[in-house]
């Protein structure tokens, strides 16, 4: 994923882009165990599958939209 950021990125941005994009990815690894965590601790599992099938659905979304507004090189 690093890599297809650096290619999106213009090259002025680049230090900013891949510090925000590695924040990001900390942070997701922080806050996802913890937040599972909460949503089983309710023991209602329905809720966890709820919450991961509309994140994944959120992450397609997001990545059609990439596709269509960014143009990476062949």
């Known amino acids: 994923m690093g890599t297809i950021i650096s ?35 309710t023991g209602n599992f329905q809720n966890l599958f709820l919450s991961a099938a509309l994140l994944a659905g959120l992450g397609l979304m997001v990545l059609l939209l990439m596709l269509a507004k960014v143009k990476l090189p062949q």
Do not use: C, H, R, W
């Open 7 to 41: 290619q999106i990125l213009p090259d002025e941005d680049m230090l900013k882009g891949m510090n925000l994009f590695s924040m990001f990815n900390s942070a997701t690894g922080a806050l996802g165990p913890y937040l599972g965590m909460l949503i089983v601790a």
